[in-house]
């Protein structure tokens, strides 16, 4: 059965557009998470930026106390983010690369430029007990890095793909190289999830891709979430309005 990692990070990125700086604030993504778990989802994802622009420190301690499932640190490899994801104790951490302009993460990491460094990190996360995934490209030379690296999953950055079925683009071509990324992973013992633009139009496509576990997806269900909860929303405040006497 194909897995679902739910990231959350979006619904923090809304908390923090009222409430940066305060210390607290709706929506909250702990309970946030706990409502995905009691939907089925079989993770949480949450990215711990450098610049602070979503999920806080905090965040990170409260979810791990409070979900059931398994929660996936996504981190860059830059010492202090390192030190809390060791101290926090995540089930798995992704590392990805990380880039303060970007809005989002942009591409894979290059394993093949990094093998030393992210074998010494590596090492360290799985003696914490924590299992370690590389955010990659669909690309072979990554992921055979990957395999020397030591990590026991691959997160295939399944971006241009999603931009291929936005756009009407090349889409098998884009099928064929997560195919054959995931094969080859697959051989090389590596296990694999992928990420990134997945949404309600393009998921059945990603069928096609063999060997996955788990998909992480995030921008499209919280999105979705705010689209088929908005009149619930509107509704519950017209009651608390309804009672004014002028
Ligand atoms: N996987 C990784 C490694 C990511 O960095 C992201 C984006 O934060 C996702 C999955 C989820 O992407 P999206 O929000 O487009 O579903």
Redesign the pocket.
């Known amino acids: 059965m194909l897995k679902l ?1 739910v ?1 959350v ?2 619904v923090a990125t809304l908390r923090e557009a009222r409430f940066r700086g305060t210390g607290h604030g709706e929506p909250d993504p702990v309970a946030i998470a706990l409502q995905c778990e009691q939907a089925g989802a079989h993770g949480i ?1 949450i ?1 711990l930026r450098e610049d602070r622009r979503h999920i806080l420190d905090k965040d990170v301690h409260a979810m791990r106390r409070a979900i059931r499932s398994r929660l996936n640190l ?1 981190l860059a490899n830059t010492p202090e983010i390192v030190e809390i994801a060791l101290a926090a104790r995540p089930d798995i951490v ?1 590392l ?1 690369p990380e880039n303060r302009e970007e809005i ?2 942009e591409g894979g990491l290059d394993v093949a430029a990094q093998t030393e460094s992210l074998q010494t990190l590596s090492t360290r996360f799985k003696q914490a007990g924590i299992e370690v995934s590389l ?1 990659i490209d669909p690309d072979i030379l990554q992921v055979e890095a990957s395999a020397r690296v030591g990590a026991q999953f691959i ?1 295939l ?1 399944t ?1 241009a793909f ?1 931009e291929a079925a936005r756009l009407g683009g090349p889409i098998d071509r884009e099928l064929g190289r997560l195919t054959a990324a995931s094969q080859r992973a697959h051989a090389l013992g590596l296990q694999v ?1 992928a ?5 309600y139009s393009n998921l059945h496509l990603l069928h096609r891709v063999p060997h996955l576990i788990e998909l ?7 999105s979705r979430a705010v689209s088929v909860g908005i009149q619930k929303a509107v509704e519950e405040m017209l009651v608390l309005m309804a009672g004014y006497q002028g």
């Open positions: 990692g990231n990070d979006h994802t990215h996504e992704c990805v989002t993460t955010f997160e950055h971006g999603a999830n990420g990134h633009g997945l949404n992480n997806i995030g921008h499209s269900i919280v």
